[in-house]
């Protein structure tokens, strides 16, 4: 009851801010809109309020920090988006796409936007892992330790070095791209996805004018088709109009993160 009467009296009757909810299944930052202000009398109403917040996806920004145990306030500051009290927490930003359609350089750039964030490249761990295990297909996404190793890795990441995480892989196979993001929210971990989108003919163009990836050119245009098809189905990701400079497309990205 103290914690809450402090923040309303540094936030103010229905001023935004941030709860922080303690909870057997979660603990989360989560936004205290206008209409709802803080109820001295009533904290397990309060959290009880922040949990459902954190469970049914109303919130867009939500920070895991395993170690809170009561309730606590601050005041949204646009530059530490994911901070509180000088504490970063834990978020993976999953940029999803077509093969060629400019994840990396989008990671690179949200990295530099978004304070405290780090970047990791989940092909890391298929590099890892290719000479070792030989993948029948080829494509070291098929390969279930792959997949594992990817939840554990960024999981852990996550949990033990809270950052903004940045995810540049694509995942245009529905069910690992369920097992891999369900994995990590399993783990506790908020995950943002965002798909880079981009019409056939552009994206075809744009694999065919990249120098830099050029062995990988077949590649990326044999998996278009499937790619396409697997993110119009999509309704739980972020689209991101990736036609435009990478720079606009990594402040679109940053802009949604920061609501």
């Known amino acids: 009851m103290e914690a809450l009467a402090q923040c309303r009296q540094s936030l103010g009757d229905g001023a935004e801010g941030l709860v922080r909810a303690d909870a057997d299944e979660s603990v989360g930052l989560v936004p205290v809109v206008g209409r709802r202000s803080l109820d001295e009398d009533d904290p397990v109403a ?3 309020y922040a949990r459902r917040l954190t469970r049914s996806g109303q919130v867009g920004r939500v920070g ?47 990295v530099k936007m978004l304070d405290g964030a780090k970047l990791f490249d989940p092909e890391y761990v298929g590099y890892m892992l290719m000479p070792f295990v030989e993948s029948p297909t080829g494509d070291f996404q098929d390969l279930q330790l792959w997949r594992h190793l990817v939840i554990e890795t960024m999981t ?42 981009l019409p056939e003919m552009q994206l075809r163009a744009r694999i065919e004018a990249d120098r830099v990836e050029a ?3 077949q590649w990326r245009h044999d ?14 990701a972020t689209f991101v109009d990736a036609s435009q400079a990478p720079e606009h497309v990594a402040a679109a990205v940053t802009s949604r993160l920061r609501r």
């Not at 999953?94 to 750039?109: D, E, V």
Request: glycine share 16%; aromatic share 8%; net charge neutral.
């Open 46 to 48: 309060e959290m009880s």
């Open 64 to 110: 895991v920090d395993p170690g809170a145990e009561r309730v606590g306030c601050g005041r949204e500051d646009p530059g530490q988006e994911f901070a509180s009290g000088g504490r970063m927490f834990a978020v993976i930003v999953w940029i999803n796409g077509a093969f060629g359609s400019g994840k990396t350089t989008t990671g690179g750039l949200v």
């Open 156 to 197: 852990g990441l996550a949990q033990q070095y809270p950052h903004p995480w940045v995810a540049p892989m694509s995942l245009i196979n529905a069910a690992y791209r369920a097992e891999i993001l369900g994995g990590i929210r399993g783990g506790g971990v908020e995950v943002h996805e965002f798909v880079l989108a």
């Open 215 to 217: 062995k990988a050119r």
């Open 223 to 236: 998996h278009v088709s499937q790619a396409l098809t697997a993110f119009a189905s999509l309704r739980d």
